[in-house]
């Protein structure tokens, strides 16, 4: 059975990515959000990455227009129950997710994959707020979703054999490529990638220089991005608690925060969001020199 019609729970950062990756891929959408006001918002950011793909020639303007129309934007879960997917994209917290979980399973389709886009909390535990874990699975996007390809599929030990194989073929009928995880925390890539950060943020408290940390890993491991610069661009706080996830959900010391991360957390300096972090930021947001 192929998935032809999507509804999104929280137009925020994530879920209007989402949303638009998919009607792009010619399926119908509905986005779920709190208010008219979130909803205006949505709309809004999702013409201007729309926008900016007609200026680049990467899409016509009828192309823009029918991505659009095949979007529709509601306060209220009650016609979720023509979807044959539903992806939750609220904040990062447990008993939020489990909640809204608990609604969704009420209004669905007994037929519908439920799907959450959690960065890292358990998905078993997620499926247990509904009678229907065998149909909940993590399909984790990655930020910004037009640009990013991958998608981690992760099932829960009792998400069923059909679930997996239909949001591996909906994952490829959108344009993005999957990788299967395990549900532990983290799946895979904030698993590797967070630890490798959290560990050039001991290198800064030892006192090596933020520009030296960067400059090594972008030099020699040729990364993009050094680690700092990225930490101050995923935001401090977001990190923490990632690092903190993984440390309770391991019960392993190599997951430890490091104290200087937790110490800039306190300060109210999340990286480029608050305009410190690591680094400065100036009122146009470029990066000014380190301040740490
Ligand atoms: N930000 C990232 O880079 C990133 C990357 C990958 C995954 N994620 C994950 O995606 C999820 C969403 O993150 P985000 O950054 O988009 O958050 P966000 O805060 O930008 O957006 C969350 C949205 O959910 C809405 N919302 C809250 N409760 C709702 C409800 N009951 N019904 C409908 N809408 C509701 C809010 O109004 C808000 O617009 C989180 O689980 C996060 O861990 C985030």
Redesign the pocket.
Known sequence: MSISHVSV????????GIALVIAEANKKVQL????QE?ID??LFSMKKTLERKVSKGKLSEEEMNAALQRIDFKTS?DSISESDLVI?????NLD??K??FA?IDKFANEKAILA??????SIAAIGSATKRPENVIGL????PVPVMELVEVTPSIVTSQSTIERSYHFVESIFKKPVKCKDYPGFLVNRLLIPMVNEAIYCVMEGTKPEDVDAAMKLGANHRMGPITLADF?GLD?LLATMEGLYEGFSDSKYRPCPLLKKLVESGNYGKKTGRGFYQYNEDGSKGKSVV
């Open positions: 729970i929280g137009g925020g950062l994530m879920g209007t779920i959000e709190v208010s979130r918002s949505c879960m939750e994209a609220v904040p990062e939020i997710k909640a809204v609604k959450s886009n959690t960065s890292g909390l984790h996007y990655f930020y995923v977001v």
